[in-house]
């Protein structure tokens, strides 16, 4: 399963992520457009739990999602309420006030179809004119640092390798990860996983007209974390849904 290598060293690779911007942002999708004092909120792709944790102190009701175990065996270290689920098949009857699904975990989606699964399971765990947040990474990102990339670290513990490369045509990114994890801090021997990642990078364009007019308005489509329209050189794109009443 992937990520399950990776979790115990993601916050590491990560540790670059400024986290508290998704944050301001929910809070200012909270306070336009939810009727809640103390909004609720499922996490889709949840990781390790840093968003979460970030959001309960703010205030906001939470329960984290992932499909991966260890990600998830992550997220309960940091005391989170967790449950291990594909995003395509919720195991959850409570309806939320809003649905978040950050750091471009959507893009593993390899198909407009199994958007159109996520739409809907999302449509059934929303409260009536709650709101599904979730951005993209797109092929102007691949094409400007991801078209071939290779960076690696050591922390004694820990080292891992990271090659990433953009297929224009399949509009695939690559992210091949080798990692290597210290046996015992007294012998030179690693146990050696590896995990290979692929996101299908779907235009922006293509993704709106997956999402069904029966279910959602669409508030905004943005330019990262600004709340302004979408441009052709975007990196990374934000969508916000809104269920509708009937």
Request: aromatic letters at 12%; glycine letters at 6%.
């Amino acid at each position: 399963m992937l990520y399950d290598a990776l979790s115990p060293i993601y916050d590491r690779m990560m540790s670059h992520v400024v986290y508290e911007d998704w944050v301001e942002l929910i809070e200012q999708v909270a306070d336009t457009y939810l009727s809640s004092s103390r909004p609720s909120i499922l996490e889709l792709g949840g990781g390790t739990g840093v968003l979460g944790a970030l959001l309960r102190r703010k205030g906001f009701r939470y329960l984290g999602s992932d499909r991966s175990f260890g990600m998830c065996r992550q997220s309960k270290s940091r005391k989170a309420l967790v449950t291990c689920a594909d995003a395509r098949a919720l195991p959850v009857k409570k309806r939320f006030d809003l649905i978040i699904f950050l750091y471009d975990g959507i893009n593993y989606l390899q198909s407009l179809d199994d958007y159109a699964r996520l739409f809907a399971e999302a449509a059934d765990c929303l409260m009536p004119g709650g709101c599904f947040l979730f951005d993209i990474t797109t092929e102007a990102n691949s094409l400007r640092h991801f078209r071939d990339y290779l960076e690696s670290e050591d922390w004694g513990d820990y080292a891992y390798i990271r090659r990433s490369y953009f297929s224009r045509d399949t509009r695939l990114q690559h992210n091949d990860i080798t990692i290597f994890r210290r046996l015992t801090e007294k012998t030179p021997f690693y146990q050696k996983s590896t995990e290979r990642h692929c996101q299908k990078v779907f235009s922006a364009n293509a993704i709106a007209g997956a999402v069904p007019a029966s279910l959602y308005s669409i508030l905004g489509i943005w330019d990262g974390f600004s709340m302004k329209e979408h441009r052709p050189q975007s990196e990374r794109i934000h969508f916000l849904l809104q269920k509708l009443d009937s």
